[in-house]
Structure formats: C-alpha cells, structure tokens
C-alpha cells in the first residue's frame, strides 16, 4: 500500500482506503501552518471493538437506543482526519487543509489550539491492549503521506498536549519502533514524554512487555 495525498488533502482512492466526505465535523483552520501530528486511540464503545462503530461516531450517526456506552455519544461532534481500524482499512474523515476536531482543549510547545496545526490520527484500541501489527504498517504509510504533503516537524500523542485529561495512545503503543522506522516518513521529532520514556527506557536495556 502507497498512499499519497492529493491537492485537497484526500487521500487518492484505492484498496485498504475508505473516504468520509460526507462528514461534516470539521472548520477552517486559523492560520495554514501544519507542524504536528497527534496519535490518538478510540473504540466506541470505550473498550470494545464493534465495527462501524468508530465511523459512525465521526459522522454524527449515533442514534439514542437505551444502550448506556452509545447514548452518552449521542449529539458529540467530534472528528479526525484518518482512523486506522484493527484491520489495517485507513479512513479519512476530513481534509488535511481544514481543522478536524480531536485534540479538544490542548498546547505544544506553548501553543494552545492544536486542533489548528495538527493532524489527528486516530487508531482503533485502548489503553489496555497492544495494537495490530497491520495497524503500524499503515500508519507508518500514512505518516509518509502527510510527510511528504505537509512535512510536519513533530508526532506526539494526544496525552502529551493533553496532559491530566488524556492518555492516548497509551502504554501499549510502540514510540520505539515508529522512531525507528522514522526515516522512512521525513524523520520528524517525538518530543513527548510518551516517547521519550519508552524511547530512553529501551536505550537503558528495559525492555517493554
Ligand atoms: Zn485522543
């Protein structure tokens, strides 16, 4: 799979790729600088993996049915330009020229806002449970991608611009090989505490379970 990014900021169709256009949780973004990528994790409902489920929340498509872990998410408006589902499938929910809306209340580096210079990748799981090997491959493909188009200093995790209130990715997600493999995406930095910990405690002989 090679993926690459159009003018628009979609994703050019192919297998292992499903567009949302018809989404509409999304703004105009203040000011046109692209400087950060943010990882996040998501299931809906929390913790359990129901197919669908994830695409229906981003498109505003959750009914009220009596369920207590669905009614709660009944009316949120919230969105990220790609999901990576456990099946390696890559979807784009919102253009990378416009403000998808995952990083919630959140700073970098002494900016607040970033939903206005980031990039919000999304990837199916929680906190609990490693990811599917798969799931790295793309998103090492979508980072290529967004490198090449957007060319983004930083990859952080959303606990790292929400420190307290967010802990996506979590534990289980693997800094270290994505630094590893960096090059092949334009080498940007991981200066997150996320990745500096595990990042530092491999270089120490820990090895992570
Ligand atoms: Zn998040």
Redesign the pocket.
Known sequence: MTLFIDQDGWLMAGDGIILHPGCTHWDEREGEDIDLV?L???TVPAYETRRGMVEDLFLGRIKPTGDPFLDPLVGIRVSCHFFISRDGVVHQFVSTLKRAW??GVSSFMGRSRCNDFSI?I?IEGTDFTPFEPRQYVVLEELLAAIGKRHAPAYVVA?SDV?PGR?T??GPYFDWVKLARDSKRFGAPAFPGAAARMQISARQAGFVMA
């Open positions: 943010v996040h994790n998501i995952h990083a919000g999304e959303h929400a967010k996506d990715p």
